[in-house]
């Protein structure tokens, strides 16, 4: 058929994994099937036909597949959402092939491994959220080729090392939110840049320093900055 969306979030879809029925849609550009009871594994061998599809939203189900889904996806993905679903393993290589993609959202699973430096090749990335994940390893150097990035979190994972000094020259950065993590060392100078900032949150990592100088010229720049210097406790600097 030519059907070219399925929008059906919260309406009591229950069943194992996606209906194979949709891999006939060749036309679809959306899938939502957010919020609903669809459990078990996402076949992988569903999304070959769909090389039109561009968004793909499956948050709050209760999936149990890893993300090997993603080396069958149409390269057009804008949006990848399977936030709050009880998904495992690590990001395969292949969303390197994501170069569209703008939104990732894989919060509140059960994903581990490191990062892969594949995600660099994503250079329309806008937001990403990986919070309450089991994701190690340092930020890989690739990812300062996302320029448009307006809002990172990856909070509540085992991400250790520093800052990279690159992220305060991301032009349209306003929202860094890695609290309860693995990380240490300064804040960087490089922060001073960030002309659109307004969230920073870096509570319950290892010893970050060097942030009140930062902060100072931050407020100077947004009339409200959200901080948040230690688990569970944030503050409001109106300058």
């Known amino acids: 058929g030519n059907i070219t969306k399925i929008i059906l979030p919260s309406n009591q879809l229950s069943g194992n994994g ?8 060749i036309h ?9 009871d ?6 992988p061998m569903i999304f070959t036909p769909l090389t ?11 999936f149990t597949s890893n993300l090997s889904f993603i080396n069958t996806l ?3 993905i804008i949006i990848l959402d399977v936030g709050m679903n009880k998904m495992t393993g690590e990001i395969p290589n292949d969303i390197g ?6 939104v990732l959202y894989l919060f509140d699973n059960s994903f581990s491994g490191e990062l892969p430096k594949e995600l660099g090749n994503c250079t329309e990335m806008q937001y990403i959220d990986i919070g309450l994940n089991v994701f190690t390893g340092q930020i890989p150097e690739t990812l300062s080729n996302w320029r448009n990035l307006s809002s990172l979190w990856f909070y509540d994972n085992k991400i250790s090392g520093q800052i990279p000094e690159w992220f305060g020259t991301l032009p349209n950065l306003n929202t860094w939110e890695s609290t309860r993590n693995l990380m240490d060392g300064p804040v960087p100078d490089s922060f001073n840049q960030l002309s659109q900032f307004k969230i920073l949150r870096l509570g319950g990592n290892q010893n970050h320093y060097g942030i009140l100088p930062i902060v100072t010229v931050l407020c100077r720049r947004s009339p409200y900055l959200i901080i948040n210097l230690q ?7 109106q300058i």
Request: one cysteine or more; aromatic letters at 6%.
């Open 18 to 25: 996606i209906p194979e029925a949709m891999s006939r849609l």
């Open 28 to 36: 679809l550009v959306e899938i939502n099937l957010s919020v609903n």
């Open 38 to 43: 669809l459990y078990g594994d996402i076949d």
């Open 52 to 62: 039109k599809l561009s968004y793909l939203t499956l948050h709050v189900c209760q």
């Open 74 to 76: 149409s390269s057009e």
């Open 97 to 102: 092939r994501l170069t569209k993609l703008e």
């Open 231 to 237: 688990s569970y406790h944030s503050a409001i600097l």
